[in-house]
């Protein structure tokens, strides 16, 4: 099926698009739209992900092979049908805004979009030091920048694939999810957004502050046209805060894109808050329960849930016997069905057959619909 989008006619097949452009960027410089192009472009595949190392939680999720390139906006769109007038999701991937991409098997929209009858945008954005360093000239939360880019291209081209673009929920995980209250919380996206959608935010953590980012980035400095390996290596070198979560490179409060404090600037409006019951067995899966409640408070927000008309719920399914839990990241194959392409050491003993549990995807196509959603059944175990 081919859809003319704003800058160009696209082919995808069975309501499947990947890889489209929807910005293109040089090194440290804001996202600007793309060029339109002349005849018909396959988006059959999905665009490269942003430079980054290895996950600091691959030993949980496994590797994400996809390629990489610092050409690397693209989005990809899952819809039911190209006719029609669907709510939108757009999903903003996790990461610790160093890693992932809207292109990974994980955030495969194809169930989620026919069972929620929503269309389902899964973007690229940069990351790490080349979406979120503080250096001198250069504008900060390029990575933010970027998923507003997105979110105007849903704007623009949305209806073309059967989804209503006065009716957009942006949702995401751990720092997709903070992307969004990021993005919620600005007033760049008045008109964008009609509600939010946040799994495992990590709502204790505040922005740096400019000065604070500008240390971490001094590393940097002299690297503004070094090959990317070299700014990679760069990046890893510098450390995160001593016994915290926090990566080095993340949110900068500039009070534009990302205010200072992103609870006291969210608007009012509807939201689906939640989190897991064993956040951090993701990064210590021997931690101690004491420590594994203690840092569930990095996730959660009663400020945050009382401020806007929020639906909260806890997701404590486990793989039986696995040593990770019901940890950060477990809810994110029930959301999506993608439990069969998802090769993960936090999945492993799990029963075969858990991509068809709707009940996840039950809840966030009534908040997603503008309904309130009901009670989630545990996942059936054979």
Known sequence: MIVETTSGRVRGEQGVYKGIRYATAKRFEAPKPPQPWSG???????????????????????????????DCLFLN??????????????????????????????????????????????????????????LDGVPPN????????????????????????????VGGQSAGAQSALALWSSPRTRGLIKRIALQSAPLGMRPSTWEEANRNARPLQDLRTAPVAQL??????????????????????????VAEDLVE???????????????????????????????????????????LDAFTYRFDWHAPGNRFGACHCI??????GTHDVWAAPMLEGAPKGLENETGLREVWAAFLHGERPGTISPPKLP
């Open 265 to 307: 600037a969210a608007p009012e409006g509807p939201a689906l808050i939640s989190w897991t019951r064993e956040e951090l067995r993701a990064f210590v899966p021997d931690a101690p329960r004491e420590a594994v409640e203690k840092a569930n408070s990095f996730f959660t927000s009663d400020r945050l849930a009382a401020k």
């Open 40 to 70: 018909v472009k396959d988006a059959l595949e999905p665009g490269p992900a942003a430079p980054q190392p290895p996950s600091r939680l691959e030993h949980a999720l496994g590797p994400m092979p996809l390629p990489q390139s610092e």
């Open 232 to 257: 990679l290596a760069a990046q890893v070198s510098v450390p995160g805060k001593s016994g915290s979560l926090e990566p080095p490179f993340q949110l900068v409060a500039d009070g534009d894109l």
């Open 142 to 169: 390029l990575g933010i920048a970027d998923q507003l880019a997105a979110l105007e291209w849903v704007r623009d081209n949305i209806a073309a694939f059967g989804g209503n673009p006065a009716d957009v929920t």
């Open 331 to 336: 809810d994110i194959p029930f959301l999506f």
């Open 77 to 134: 769109v899952f819809t039911p049908s190209v006719t029609g007038n669907r709510p939108v999701l757009v999903w903003i991937h996790g990461g610790g805004f160093s890693s992932g991409s809207g292109g990974q098997v994980w955030y495969t929209g194809t169930r989620l979009a026919r069972e929620a009858d929503a269309v389902v945008v899964t973007p690229n954005y940069r990351l790490g030091a080349l979406g979120f360093a503080a």
